[in-house]
């Protein structure tokens, strides 16, 4: 059963950038998407985007375009998720999750999350 | 955009009641290429990164108790819980490829 280990928490600088990994344990994700969604302090699940690696493409939710970019290595067990610009709005936990998917790049069925990486944007 | 709207959005249930919650899309579900609904309920317990129930509109995720069933059609659908237990609580989430419905906190009365 693969488990998905995320990195550690950050603290950034408004404007700055930060990665958050995500590593799979067990096995790969190569037949699967890796999802990434985020959560605000007291707020729901918000979908930021995704990448499959058999196809090497990423696909992203309007609201993060521009400002984000999803990545996963070649051997399918390690998957990244950069956002720049960072705001105060952007304080969030961050979670990686395997998922199923789509033609046309859409995503259910996350059924493996990572344990979540909580990213605070403070001057 | 398609939005996903849950009711109610608190839910408080006696322990080994039943318990349903609600979502309704903003246009139908209904996947003309494959005939699939692909709706999930998630469940995020207390501290905890969100587990997926159901998938596919009422596919059982592994593991799920099958005190857990999704079922409806088009633009309404229901998560069920026969019998509530106390590891029940959390916030539960539909979700339709990526867009999530607001969350409804279950919690024991």
């Not at chain 1, 992203?60 to 290595?73: L, P, W």
């Not at chain 2, 997926?52 to 309404?76: K, M, N, Q």
């Amino acid at each position: 059963q693969v488990q998905l280990v995320q990195s550690g928490a950050e603290v950034k600088k408004p404007g700055s950038s930060v990665k958050v990994s995500c590593k799979a344990s067990g096995g790969t994700f190569y037949e699967f998407a890796i999802t990434w969604v985020r959560q605000a302090p007291g707020q729901g699940l918000e979908w930021m985007g995704g990448t499959i690696p058999i196809f090497g493409t990423a696909n992203y939710a309007q609201k993060f375009q521009g400002r984000v970019t999803i990545s996963a290595d070649e051997s399918a067990t390690t998957a990244y998720m950069e956002l720049s610009s960072l705001r105060s709005e952007d304080t969030a936990v961050y979670y990686c999750a395997m998922s199923r998917f789509l033609r046309g790049h859409t995503y259910f069925a996350m059924d493996v999350w990572g344990q979540g990486t909580t990213v605070t944007v403070s001057s | 955009d398609v939005v996903m709207t849950q009711t109610p959005l608190s839910l408080p249930v006696t322990p080994g009641e039943p318990a349903s919650i609600s979502c309704r899309s903003s246009q139908s579900l209904l996947n003309s290429d494959d005939g699939n609904t692909y709706v999930d309920w998630y469940l995020q317990k207390p501290g905890q990164s969100p587990q997926l129930l159901i998938y596919t509109l009422s596919s059982r995720a592994s593991g799920v108790p099958d005190r857990f069933s999704g079922s409806g059609s088009g633009t309404d659908f229901t998560l069920k819980l026969s019998r509530v237990e106390a590891e029940d609580v959390g916030v539960y989430y539909c979700m339709h490829l990526g867009t999530f419905g607001q969350g409804t906190k279950l919690e024991i009365k």
